[in-house]
C-alpha cells in the first residue's frame, strides 16, 4: 500500500499531557498538509510543508500546536498540554504538485478527557 | 476569509436516481475544485478534482464548474445505496492549501 499512513488512529489522553501524532505521505509526494476535522464540520487547514520547509500556519494554530518534517519525509504534529477543545480527528494528506489533489491519510482521532 | 458554502442537507435520493450536490465559493482567484466523498468515521476520500470551465466525467460522477458564478456541482448518476456518504466540495486557495465546505450528506434510498 502506498497511500497516505498515520499513527496511532486513535489516542485517548488526559487533559494537560502532551501527544505526538506521525504522518508518512505518499513517497514522491514533497508536499504535506494537517487539517483538523470535528463533528459535522469540513477539514480545516492547520499548516502545510513543501519538503522540510513549513511554509504555512494556520492562525487556529495556537503556540501548543508544533508540526516537524525533518529531511522531508515523515511529519510529525505534537499539542502541548491538550485541553478537551483539541478532541478532533487529526488528518494529513500529500500532493505532488502545488494546486493539485490532495490524498487524505486514515486521520488520527484524538479525545482528550 | 475565503468562503466555500454547500447545503449541509441531508440530501434524499432514490436508488438509480441522479444525485446533485451543489457549492459555492467566494475566492474568485481559485483555480482547482475537487470532490471528496467521507464515510462516517473514515477520512476523505478524492472523487473528482475540476480546473476548468465546463463538465468533466469520470463513470457515474460528472464535475460541473462555473468559475463566473462561482459554482461547483457534483451529479451522481445511477446512485446507489454505497454513495451514501457526506461530500466535500473543496477549493484550493492559492496553491498551498484546501478550504472544505461543511459537506452534504447524501443518503440513498433502496
Known amino acids: 500500500d502506498t497511500g497516505v499512513s498515520q499513527n496511532p488512529r486513535h489516542k485517548i489522553t488526559k487533559r494537560g499531557q502532551n501527544v505526538t501524532f506521525r504522518c508518512d505521505p505518499i513517497?514522491?509526494?514533497?508536499?504535506l498538509y494537517w487539517y483538523r476535522q470535528t463533528l459535522g464540520q469540513g477539514p480545516e487547514f492547520l499548516t502545510y510543508f513543501q519538503n522540510e520547509a513549513q511554509l504555512e500556519k494556520s492562525r487556529l494554530l495556537s503556540d501548543r500546536f508544533s508540526a516537524e518534517r525533518p529531511k522531508g519525509s515523515f511529519s510529525t504534529l505534537e499539542i502541548q498540554r491538550t485541553e478537551q477543545g483539541d478532541s478532533a480527528m487529526y488528518l494529513c494528506?500529500?500532493?505532488?504538485?502545488?494546486?493539485?489533489?490532495?490524498?487524505f491519510g486514515p486521520g488520527t482521532r484524538l479525545t482528550v478527557l | 476569509q475565503k468562503e466555500v458554502e454547500q447545503n449541509s442537507g441531508p440530501l434524499s435520493v432514490p436508488e438509480g436516481a441522479i444525485a446533485s450536490l451543489n457549492c459555492t465559493y467566494s475566492d474568485r482567484g481559485s483555480q482547482s475544485f475537487f470532490w471528496y466523498r467521507q464515510y462516517s468515521g473514515k477520512s476523505p476520500e478524492l472523487i473528482m478534482s475540476i480546473y476548468s470551465n465546463g463538465d468533466k466525467e469520470d463513470g457515474r460522477f460528472t464535475a460541473q464548474l462555473n468559475k463566473a458564478s462561482q459554482y461547483v456541482s457534483l451529479l451522481i448518476r445511477d446512485s446507489q445505496p454505497s454513495d451514501s456518504a457526506t461530500y466535500l466540495c473543496a477549493v484550493s486557495e492559492g496553491a498551498q492549501k484546501l478550504v472544505f465546505g461543511q459537506g452534504t450528506r447524501l443518503t440513498i434510498n433502496p
Open positions: 494528506a500529500s500532493s505532488l504538485v502545488a494546486g493539485g489533489a490532495q490524498y
Open positions: 513517497s514522491e509526494h514533497n508536499r
